[in-house]
């Protein structure tokens, strides 16, 4: 279980590697439960075993909190909503949903996830684990639409943990610590339409107006392009009742965004790889071509993106005020010619939460993200970044590249050490256990 090497040694069992291709492991058996009668007894039969356990979803984490040596448990069979309560606009699901599938399936019940990242290849348990967010002044990240979760802990047994148990405020974010979670309630929201309004503006005037554009917009969020002052401005918006879907049009959308941000950015990107002098004029020139555009479609149409270029990426969450500071080191380390940077720095921003190890724990964050192509050594600028942002008290995503540990994670975290004590009571032979959890939680 490991970082990828150009000198792994060949394995006979079976293999497991992430979107970002790399965290690699060799787990001792890849099991599909269908129930969670089925995951106790495999958690049962691992423990007595000896094994560690791990379940996984989409493998959209760039950290190694989903790797194991032990047995991986994928989840994909346990995929289905198990109830829906109109009235109250919850449903629970089989922890293995991937949000692509929920969202249709929930628009057919006339309700939504209140928020949502950009994505949605990802397994509900999943994004829920790592405090996956997407963005909005007054929102939350996912895992904040969490009211109950059904848990297997390492002894088998089966925990339903909702809003009134002692452990509700960490058993939403769990960073697959403490037992493999099995079903999710969710509070919805009815469905919504979303009015999308992109627009390029220079970087100043964006900061100099961000306090207005979080507040006067549902969800606002940027893109600047490294080495000029350009960004695109994403503001999403509810529409008034009665307002009509107007979607991108398919040659549009299809240019827009598979074309350019996917087909075209991999090409630039494969050329670029190896011509890093050409990339501050080629993000000028990529960031001049970026137009207006406006629509209106479903929430999750509008919330999420194709990304078939693959990348790694380290993003931190902030207090706000930090967000100029943060931008301006950014810009210095690249005006200083370290490195030429390809890939925009996303910003985004979200509402304090009640989370426990959620990034948005009792704080109005913003988020900066930084990306790097995945054939392209992202280590010392994923280094200069996070050195930027720990000293503006940031606080890593628990499944993008960071190399904190707990001493300072405890420092970020007023209910750190009462997660911890969760954990031990729960998992004190650290069955679910890794060498990421254990950098991280201590
Ligand atoms: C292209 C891309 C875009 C992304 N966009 C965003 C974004 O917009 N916003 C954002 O916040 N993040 C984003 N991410 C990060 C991603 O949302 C998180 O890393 C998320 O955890 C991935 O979900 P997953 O289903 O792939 O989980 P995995 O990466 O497979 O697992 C993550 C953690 O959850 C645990 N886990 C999974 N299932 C269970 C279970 N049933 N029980 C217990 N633990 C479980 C795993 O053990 C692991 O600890 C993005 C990642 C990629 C690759």
Sequence with gaps: MAERSSTSPSWTTPSWTNWGRNVEAHPVRIAHPASTAEVVTIVRGAVSAGHRVKAVGASHSFT??????????????????????????????????SLRNLNPLLLARGLALPNLGDVDPQSVAGAVSTGTHGTGGALFGISRAVVGVQLVTATGEVLEIDEHHPWFGASRVTLGALGIVTEVTLQCVAAFLLHAREEPMPLPAVLEQVDALVADNDHVEFYWFPHTEKTQVKRNNRVIEGTARQPLGRLRHWVDDELLSNTAFEGINRIVAKRRSWIPRVNAVAASALSAREYVDDSFEVFVSSRTVRFRESEFAMPRDALPHVLGELAAWFGAGHENISFPIEVRFTAADDVWMSTGHERDNCYVAVHQYWRTDHRAYFAAAQDIFTAHEGRPHWGKLHTLDATYLAQRYSRFTDFVAIRDELDPGRTFGNPYLERVLG
């Design 64 to 97: 190694a909190i989903a790797a194991t040596d032990g047995v991986l448990l994928r989840l994909d069979r346990m995929n289905a909503i198990v109830a829906t309560d109109t009235a109250r606009r919850r449903v629970r699901v089989q922890a293995g949903i």
